[in-house]
């Protein structure tokens, strides 16, 4: 590695440090954590595709975390009113999860947050620096997948 590639590595690694260090997300935010909106948003996306709700088996799969995890962070949620639970009719051994309005009105805030922050990054960079800012972000992701996949 030359001076100037070792120069762009550090800045790189700067930025990247930089990024990891900020607490964008609030550790707990009405009543629920960034790890267990990420399963929230996890069990909505399931719900599009599956009727009747969702295993924990399916979430812990797609999460790629494990089961017990998902269920201490279901037990959470659905004491705070966020999920629910329900027998399947087909196979009483089966407990689906599913999400309750107030953790309906909780995702559709979350978004609503998630759009103004994304807003207010292109009105801060402008658009040309975000288009392309979100190409380099697509750009790393292909080679950090391509590197995975090694």
Same mark, same amino acid.
């Given at each position: 590695m030359d001076n100037k590639e070792k120069e762009i590595a550090d800045k790189l690694l700067l930025? !990247?440090?930089?990024?990891?260090?900020?607490?964008?997300?609030?550790?707990?935010?009405?009543g629920i954590t960034h790890a267990e909106m990420m399963l !929230?948003?996890?069990?909505?996306?399931? @719900?599009?595709?599956e009727e009747g709700g969702v295993k924990v088996s399916q979430l812990s799969k797609r999460l790629k975390i494990a089961s017990p995890t998902v269920t201490q962070q279901i037990n959470s949620m659905e004491k705070n009113g966020f999920v629910e639970r329900s027998m399947d009719l087909n196979d009483r051994r089966v407990v689906r999860v599913h999400i309750t309005e107030k953790g309906d009105e909780l995702l559709k805030k979350a978004e609503k947050n998630f759009w103004k922050f994304i807003e207010g990054l292109i009105e801060y960079m402008g658009n040309e620096k975000s288009e392309k800012f979100a190409e380099l !972000? @697509?750009?790393?992701?292909?080679?950090?997948?391509?590197q995975h996949n090694q």
């Open positions: 930025a !990247l440090n930089q990024i990891r260090k900020i607490k964008f997300h609030p550790k707990h935010v009405d !929230l948003v996890c069990i909505q996306k399931s @719900l599009e595709v !972000l @697509l750009d790393l992701a292909d080679y950090m997948n391509k």
